[in-house]
């Protein structure tokens, strides 16, 4: 760890909105010592690391809430250490993983094995635990062990919790617990065997997963915790149907959040017709009302968080469009995404993009991330927002590279991320 570093003349991107302009930060024994603003340049004391940030954003380390991992079990894919790797790579300091790994993450040792995993990496695994056990849907896993063994958050993701009566007794569960479930909204008797939007599949002659799917079983997790005040958190909102229900349910006072993916506020369904399975994830891409709709969605808080759904799978696994697997990588192009499709255009300011993916899904989660006061951990992100950068897969971290942003031109481009004190990725 270098005890001292001082960051010289970055430009400050708080979420709390304490600090604007031109900064120094120092940083000592792992911790933001001070930061100095406003031309008022810090003197560096002897044996201080200084790093020349002129240019460059700095912003509190990214957290994304969630992450597929796919390690234990399929490790061909990606493994702990590197979708950590790709994690750093694209600003992250902290993921939560998802627990649809093989075996399912239903145990405590899993969960230990998963923080043991990511310990040397310099980023921050917090494993999500299974809803039921082996994510078979119909017995509950025993939450509260897995709480002390660090669960943040509990899901059945990679499917839906199709009981309500269950999903009711898990979400109340977690409550007590002081957790959230995540719930991965798919109505199974709507979309069926389908593979992208039943518009796309219309177009295609192949099935498709309609957008009721998501909201009808959003409205459903929407009623539940209305009723009954217990707080429920939807993952990957991809439809207009469901901004919609969620801000109707947010503005009566539903203790009701979501989150939405890159993906889905910068790409639609034309894509589809290439019949490449790189654009294929689940919930699907929709059509442009939809994109237009997540972005309100984003802008007016109905929306909090922003999270990769990071989903690696080989080339061989994505070779055929009919029988591939769902999911697309995410980690290293989120940030760069969400420069150019929110803040470039003007939906997003700065600091309303970096909130939603850091201090926000750091709240949800209950972790200690996602904070430029003065004491917080030293995690942050050093990065220049103007400098632009083609997509290119076999460049990627990951150990995938199914990547739908291939051959695009992104703005924004991570130069350094630090984790506990410490450069665990650097660009220059
Ligand atoms: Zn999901």
Same mark, same amino acid.
């Given at each position: 760890?270098?005890? %001292?570093?001082?960051?010289?003349?970055?430009?400050?991107?708080?979420?709390?909105?304490?600090?604007?302009?031109?900064?120094?930060?120092?940083?000592?024994?792992?911790?933001?010592?001070?930061?100095?603003?406003?031309?008022?340049?810090?003197?560096?004391?002897?044996?201080? @690391?200084?790093?020349? &940030? +002129?240019?460059?954003?700095? &912003?509190?380390?990214?957290?994304?809430?969630?992450?597929?991992?796919?390690?234990?079990?399929?490790?061909? =894919?990606?493994? /702990? =250490?590197?979708?950590? #790797?790709?994690?750093?790579?694209?600003?992250?300091?902290?993921?939560?993983?998802?627990?649809?790994?093989?075996?399912?993450?239903?145990?405590?040792?899993?969960?230990?094995?998963?923080?043991?995993?990511?310990?040397?990496?310099?980023?921050?695994?917090?494993? /999500?635990?299974?809803?039921?056990?082996?994510?078979? $849907?119909?017995?509950?896993?025993?939450?509260?062990?897995?709480?002390?063994?660090?669960?943040?958050?509990?899901?059945?993701?990679?499917?839906?919790? +199709?009981?309500?009566?269950?999903?009711?007794?898990?979400?109340?569960?977690?409550?007590?617990? $002081?957790?959230?479930?995540?719930?991965?909204?798919?109505?199974?008797?709507? *979309?069926?065997?389908?593979? @992208?939007?039943?518009?796309?599949?219309? +177009? %295609?002659?192949?099935?498709?997963?309609? #957008?009721? *799917?998501?909201?009808?079983? &959003?409205?459903?997790?929407?009623?539940?915790?209305?009723?009954?005040?217990?707080?429920?958190?939807?993952?990957? @909102?991809?439809?207009?149907?469901?901004?919609?229900?969620?801000?109707?349910?947010?503005?009566?006072?539903?203790?009701?959040?979501?989150?939405?993916?890159?993906?889905?506020?910068?790409?639609?369904?034309?894509?589809?017709?290439?019949?490449?399975?790189?654009?294929?994830?689940?919930?699907?891409?929709?059509?442009?009302?939809?994109?237009?709709?997540?972005?309100?969605?984003?802008?007016?808080?109905?929306?909090?968080?922003?999270?990769?759904?990071?989903?690696?799978?080989?080339?061989?696994?994505?070779?055929?469009?009919?029988?591939?697997?769902?999911?697309?990588?995410?980690?290293?192009?989120?940030? &760069?995404?969400?420069?150019?499709?929110?803040?470039?255009?003007?939906?997003?300011?700065?600091?309303?993009? !970096?909130?939603?993916?850091?201090?926000?899904?750091?709240?949800?989660?209950?972790?200690?991330?996602?904070?430029?006061?003065?004491?917080?951990?030293?995690?942050?992100?050093?990065?220049?927002?103007?400098?632009?950068?083609?997509?290119?897969?076999?460049? %990627?971290?990951?150990?995938?590279?199914?990547?739908?942003?291939?051959?695009?031109?992104?703005?924004?481009?991570?130069?350094?991320? !630090?984790?506990?004190?410490?450069?665990?990725?650097?660009?220059?």
């Amino acid at each position: 760890m270098n005890d %001292l570093l001082l960051i010289k003349n970055a430009t400050l991107v708080d979420p709390e909105g304490q600090y604007a302009g031109m900064c120094d930060l120092l940083v000592k024994d792992g911790h933001i010592a001070s930061i100095a603003t406003s031309g008022t340049s810090m003197a560096a004391p002897m044996d201080t @690391v200084v790093l020349d &940030a +002129r240019g460059l954003f700095l &912003a509190p380390g990214l957290v994304d809430m969630h992450v597929h991992l796919r390690d234990p079990g399929q490790t061909h =894919k990606e493994t /702990i =250490k590197s979708g950590c #790797a790709a994690a750093a790579a694209g600003g992250f300091v902290a993921l939560a993983a998802m627990p649809n790994t093989s075996p399912a993450a239903d145990k405590p040792e899993i969960l230990s094995y998963e923080i043991e995993q990511a310990a040397t990496t310099g980023v921050r695994v917090f494993p /999500i635990a299974a809803v039921s056990k082996e994510q078979a $849907g119909k017995e509950l896993a025993d939450f509260e062990r897995l709480a002390e063994a660090g669960a943040v958050a509990f899901s059945d993701d990679g499917h839906p919790v +199709r009981d309500a009566a269950q999903m009711l007794a898990a979400m109340q569960k977690a409550h007590t617990l $002081g957790k959230r479930v995540i719930s991965h909204c798919e109505d199974m008797s709507l *979309a069926g065997k389908g593979i @992208v939007s039943d518009t796309a599949a219309a +177009r %295609l002659d192949v099935p498709g997963i309609p #957008a009721a *799917a998501e909201a009808a079983h &959003a409205a459903r997790e929407a009623v539940l915790a209305e009723s009954t005040g217990t707080p429920v958190h939807i993952a990957h @909102v991809s439809s207009r149907f469901t901004v919609a229900l969620l801000r109707d349910a947010k503005r009566r006072g539903a203790p009701i959040t979501c989150e939405t993916c890159p993906h889905y506020f910068s790409l639609d369904d034309s894509l589809l017709d290439t019949r490449d399975a790189d654009y294929r994830m689940n919930p699907p891409l929709r059509q442009k009302e939809d994109v237009a709709a997540v972005i309100e969605g984003l802008q007016d808080g109905t929306i909090d968080a922003i999270v990769t759904d990071h989903a690696p799978h080989t080339a061989e696994e994505k070779a055929d469009f009919l029988t591939a697997p769902n999911g697309v990588v995410g980690l290293e192009t989120s940030l &760069a995404v969400g420069i150019t499709y929110l803040v470039r255009p003007g939906h997003l300011s700065m600091p309303q993009l !970096i909130r939603k993916m850091s201090s926000e899904p750091a709240k949800l989660l209950g972790i200690d991330v996602g904070t430029l006061q003065v004491g917080a951990r030293a995690d942050f992100v050093l990065f220049d927002p103007c400098a632009s950068w083609t997509v290119q897969p076999e460049a %990627l971290h990951s150990k995938s590279h199914n990547t739908p942003y291939k051959g695009m031109m992104l703005y924004g481009i991570v130069r350094y991320t !630090i984790s506990d004190g410490n450069i665990v990725f650097s660009k220059t």
